[in-house]
């Protein structure tokens, strides 16, 4: 189907013969011309069609303008018509006899930085306009370094406005100069300076007369043979974005292609999990194909039945993506609210979105040189180096190595904004070469064995209002249904596997990690899991039901008023936190949060032992996780 944006329909037939597709991204600050750059390129390109030519002459007459606004053919929003600014990132498909091109124009204004970012991560060169009165601004830095912590490695400096400065040698040069100095730590491969008028068109297609001087290319005629980014190089790598199911005799998994190469027959791993198989069809709209290489978008049936899902990375077995909860990131910030560290974000990497948080900030970055700089807080359009961790191992690669498994965003959850754009810089903790092995026997197979599926039973509430109590008889009614258990109580872990351990926030975060971990385990063991925490805090519980999976995770609330808890202290700590000799008590000095929407809600001053159990157990039966030993009953078996 073609792509109809103006100009030359871009079609598999239109594009034959020529170069490959080169995606351009226009930046540099506000005012310095890149609307009309693109513009004024896409006109002389004789890309605009004429009914798009004669509303744009209609536009610039109404205007009181005497020669054309060639930024209009760009500016698309009514707020950027009415203020002569681009807001939003505006894409152009357009083609010349000799390549096709996607276009982004960027927009200068500080504020709307993100939109800048957007661009410049699928950017193969970028096109930094500077006004020549101006010189470099800092917003013009901040978009240079930007480009290069996207993985922007080719740069036209475009001079523009000349003509106001009277096509002097000179003031090219002394800008040539100074940016040459300020790019130096930005890894360009190679800048290609080129003196402009976007106004009057001079050095766009036809080289200006004012500027003999002036010997290198026009910008079109670099863009034509300006090399395009290619990954076909690189291992390969297929982020599913969905599990094709229509009917029950088709399963495959959908997605574009990232990097490198796919062909029937070659061996595949979930990289996260670690299950292996081979590529028996590789499906696309026109029919199977033998072979998928990057920007293919096809549906991959696998000759095996193993457990894929959105958000998954198949690799080749023997070149896979680092699996890791932890890792290093460069961060660009863009939300209005500064970075708060520590505090639960939504962490989208291709299909994928898991709970994350900023567990520390390195340092600050340097727009003029990506130096590293101390740096109190990150607020608004700051660049800093971060760690992260999500509540679930992720596989990604170092953006450096692969852009498209290498970045991913913050998303805040109230307002469900895009908070920070996320550069990988590397795993934590040398996980690079540690890899998931999966076992022959999988979850189902320890279930059938069991007649029961696995799942948590996690069992929150304050100190005193009857958790442990409750686990115990729990554990006992399922045992005696023959339904196998594990109880992991607070207390008894902290003399074992949390020994190690204090009180401190940090410490209790990291215990019921580890708490959740081992839960999680006896889950896929098939085992019925009963955890009684205080677990204070909603963000903890919530991290461990992610990890866990939502469908397996049971979060019990023993809703107890601190009066009762404190009249029954079995264990005398209420006495000890009033008299301060236990400090950072829960219900006393440290807050609790209650669950806002517990699967089980139990009245402990109005609800004896023995209801309290059966509330439980019928919410197990609910969700089918209790059957029969000998039948298998409830496991469709």
Known sequence: ???????????????????????????????????????????????????????????????????????????????????????????????????????????????????????????????????????????????????????????????????????????????????????????????????????????????????????????????????????????????????????????????????????????????????????????????????????????????????????DLLSAPRERPAVARAFSARLVWLDEAPLRVNETYLLKIGGKTVPAKVTAVRHGVKVEDLSAEPIARVDLNAIAEVEVETTEPIAFDGYAANRRTGAFILIDRTSRSTAGAGLIVEPLSGAREVHLQAGALTRADRERLAGHRGACVWITGLSGAGKSTLADALEQALHARGVRTALLDGDNLRHGLNADLGFSAEARTENLRRTGEVARLFVEAGVVAICALISPLRADRERIRTTITPDDFVEVFVDAPLALCRARDPKGLYVKADRGEIAEFTGVSSPYEPPLAADVVLDAAAEDLAGQVSAVIAALERRSVLGDAQTGFGLGI
């Open 1 to 311: 189907m073609a792509a109809d944006f103006g100009g030359e329909p871009i079609t598999a037939q239109s594009l034959e013969g020529k170069a490959e597709l080169l995606r351009v991204l226009t930046c540099g600050s506000v005012d310095d011309g890149k609307s009309t750059l693109l513009g004024r390129l896409i006109f002389e390109a004789g890309a605009a069609p004429q009914d798009t030519l004669d509303e744009l002459y209609r536009d610039s007459k109404r205007r009181g303008l005497s020669e054309p606004d060639y930024s209009l053919l760009l500016d698309g929003l009514e707020a950027e018509r009415a203020q002569g600014i681009t807001i939003d990132v505006a894409y152009r498909f357009f083609a010349t006899p000799r390549r096709a091109f996607i276009v982004a124009d960027a927009p200068g204004h500080e504020q709307y930085t993100r939109n800048m970012a957007t661009g410049a991560s699928t950017a193969d060169l970028a096109i930094l306009l500077v006004d020549a009165r101006k010189g470099l601004l800092p917003q013009t830095r901040r978009h240079a370094a930007i480009c290069s912590l996207l993985g922007v490695r080719q740069v036209i400096l475009a001079i523009n406005k000349m003509d106001l400065v009277g096509w002097d040698e000179g003031v090219f040069d002394r800008l040539v100069a100074e940016f040459a100095a300020t790019s130096q730590a930005l890894n360009f491969r190679g800048v290609q300076a080129i003196p402009l008028s976007a106004k009057s068109g001079g050095n766009l297609s036809t080289r200006e007369v004012a500027a003999p001087w002036y010997r290198g290319p026009t910008l079109l005629e670099h863009l034509e043979t300006a090399p395009a980014g290619a990954t076909a190089t690189g291992p390969f790598r297929f982020p599913v974005q969905w599990v094709n199911r229509p009917n029950l005799d088709f399963r495959g998994f959908s997605g574009t292609v990232a990097s490198g190469q796919v062909g029937v027959g070659d061996a595949i791993v979930a990289a996260a999990s670690g299950r292996t198989s081979t590529v028996a069809r590789i499906v696309t709209a026109d029919g199977d194909q033998p072979v998928a290489t990057p920007g293919d978008a096809v549906t991959l049936v696998l000759a095996d039945a193993i457990d894929i899902t959105r958000g």
